[in-house]
């Protein structure tokens, strides 16, 4: 499973205190988890498939979109878990008899892809569409995360 | 023997669009090849294949539905996707049919009747 963790696009002006901040969770993050974590998106060496996603923020929701080309709509999970999303399914392909495969690049069997939301979502709210090969998961934003305006009276 | 499976990936280079090369399967079935090309986010309007001069290409051009808010965290490329082949000569190309579902390309590409194995009764 690779986990990518949630990471603010904007970019911080280099300090050198930061540098060592990073560096020591770097350390840190390598001792307490297992080795493959620490290359995200190399994930694909060990669990064969790890789908391109995208993240969007906006008031409402939260909007993650996958690209799963070729499944059926039934192979995919959608899950969501202590603020983790994870998308996971299995690719099929039925062969049929004398068939040999000439050449493979299409990965066929299970994935999982899970990412930390950078928010509380209404987990009762979540809808899912597959459409083209992609899915979107729309995740509404939970009550209290939504900005407010407080009037002063 | 020679297969459809030959790609071309040098086919030409002067084009200003920019294109990143889809996954594929090629299976060899005994009445021909089927061709799969993984397409996210591609419908059948945004599909382009051409076959010319033995050289078949598939373009697809996404037509991604639009999200609102901001990208936090962007994997996805958007370039359009190409990927060209070089038709082994069993190949009957008047009959390749293709067809979309899911973003998943598939194309039949069947083995003109000449090359299909056949029996020679003796008399």
Known sequence: ?153 | MNTLTRENRDADCAQTEQFIVPPASVIEGSDGYTLEVEMPGVNKDGLDISIENNELTIIGRRSLPKIEGTLIHHESRSESFRRTFELDPSIGADKISARIEQGLVTLTLPKAEHVKPRKITVS
């Open chain 1, 1 to 153: 499973m690779s986990l990518i963790r949630y990471q603010a696009p904007e970019l911080t002006p280099w300090s050198a205190s930061d540098r060592w901040n990073t560096l020591r969770d770097e350390l840190n993050s390598f001792f307490e988890l297992p080795l493959w974590s620490s290359f995200p998106r190399a994930g694909q060496l060990f669990t064969g498939w790890s789908p391109a996603l995208d993240l969007y923020q906006s008031t409402d929701n939260i909007v993650a979109v996958v690209e799963l080309p070729g499944m059926r709509k039934e192979d995919i999970e959608n899950s969501l878990h202590d603020g983790t999303l994870t998308i996971s399914g299995e690719r099929k392909r039925e062969s049929t008899d004398g068939e040999k495969a000439e050449r493979t690049e299409r990965y066929v069997g299970v994935f999982r892809r899970s990412i930390a939301l950078p928010t509380r979502v209404d987990a009762s709210k979540v809808s899912a569409t597959y459409r083209d090969g992609i899915l979107i998961v729309t995740l509404p934003k939970a009550e209290e995360v939504k900005p407010k305006q407080i009037q002063v009276s």
